[in-house]
Nanobody, 124 residues
Framework: QVQLVESGGGSVQAGGSLRLSCAAS????????MGWYRQAPGKERESVAT???????DYADSVKGRFTISRDNAKNMAYLQMNSLKLEDTAVYYC??????????????????WGQGTQVTVSS
């Protein structure tokens, strides 16, 4: 019913930039939060950045000043601009959306949906 598709991952040298995109589609009534998590090999998944429908943002301390999250509410899309990338930013990045799903029969219901993940590799 709802799909999130990420794009924009890849390989880059330290100090470089990448921009991730996340497109949400399907039976969406509204989207509250959108954001990005990441998981590096052997580590737990960690929150990277979050943005509300009103544009309020929150970042992990490790990416503040380097990453910028934004969204286009009309297109149900979120973006993560990653600058000054470091080796430790290497991970699989997952987009998520905390949203209300159109049930088709009754009131919309709340769900959190995840994308499939996109690899970001930073090399020296």
């Amino acid at each position: 019913q709802v799909q999130l598709v990420e794009s924009g991952g890849g390989s880059v040298q330290a100090g470089g930039s990448l921009r991730l995109s996340c497109a949400a589609s399907g039976a969406i009534f509204s989207i509250n939060f959108m954001g990005w998590y990441r998981q590096a090999p052997g580590k737990e998944r960690e929150s990277v950045a979050t943005i509300t429908s009103g544009g309020s943002t929150d970042y992990a301390d490790s990416v503040k000043g380097r990453f910028t999250i934004s969204r286009d509410n009309a297109k149900n899309m979120a973006y993560l601009q990653m600058n000054s990338l470091k080796l430790e930013d290497t991970a699989v990045y997952y987009c998520y959306a905390d949203l209300l799903v159109n049930s088709g029969l009754g009131s919309p219901y709340r769900r959190v949906h995840w994308g499939q993940g996109t690899q970001v590799t930073v090399s020296s």
